[in-house]
């Protein structure tokens, strides 16, 4: 039976990221072209699309995984609640969420406009992405900052707003899905549509800014 429950907690995982990429995939379409006829060949690019992210997200994994494993190397209450002080146990998630939250910005800032160039068609490479990435490091990174703070304290707030209700919901035999658990997963996957939303703009702003700053220094170089 817990074949059976890791195999189906695998799979939803997995349709929930590919839908993840689904959203994120036509909503960085619509931000890049703005209204404009798109070619046709624009859908051959959601393979690339979804392979580049994956990359991006490896990247981020592969710098937060030795963080991870030197806080809790320090803090081995995150294997072992029930050693834990409340200061540790609050002060454990925050570090950690500001490290990856100074992570995340930071590869997406300097690659992130990988993804709408690979939309877009125009200087999709990751040579280019990162040359646009170092021009406009700052403001795409403020950008991205900002969604990624906003973010969880908008879906921290409606989670508490639900869970101060929940005794309204919470009727009915034990192991039966509740109205209230209902309620929060809906919460959780409108926030997430949102932060995928949100991220996927700033990427399309961060692009458009950057080919401008580009062809700006490749129009004055070429007037020296």
Not at 31 to 53: D, E, M, N, Y
Not at 171 to 178: D, E
């Amino acid at each position: 039976m817990s074949q059976w429950n890791f195999a189906l907690s695998m799979s939803l995982a997995v349709a929930t990221s590919l839908l993840w990429l689904i959203l994120a995939f036509f909503v960085l379409s619509a931000s890049v072209f703005q209204g404009q006829s798109r070619s046709k060949k624009s859908f051959h690019t959601f393979l690339p699309f979804v392979a580049k992210s994956l990359a991006l997200d490896l990247i981020v994994l592969a710098i937060l995984a030795p963080i991870f494993f030197v806080l809790a190397a320090q803090a081995p209450f995150a294997f072992f609640p029930t050693s834990a002080t409340f200061e540790a146990v609050t002060l454990f998630p925050l570090v950690f969420f500001a490290g990856a939250t100074v992570i995340l910005s930071t590869v997406f800032a300097l690659f992130g406009t990988w993804l709408p160039a690979t939309v877009h068609g125009i200087n999709p490479l990751f040579s280019q992405a990162a040359t646009r990435g170092i021009h406009t490091f700052w403001h795409s990174s403020f950008r991205i900052i900002a969604i990624l703070i906003v973010w969880p304290l908008v879906s921290w707030g409606l989670n508490a707003a639900t869970v101060s209700s929940a005794p309204v919901f919470m009727g009915g035999p034990s192991g039966v899905i509740t109205l209230f658990m209902i309620l929060v997963a809906t919460l959780n996957y409108v926030t997430s549509a949102i932060l995928v939303t949100l991220m996927m703009v700033a990427l399309s702003e961060n692009y458009s800014e950057g080919e401008g700053l580009l062809q700006a220094v490749t129009v004055t170089a070429s007037q020296q």
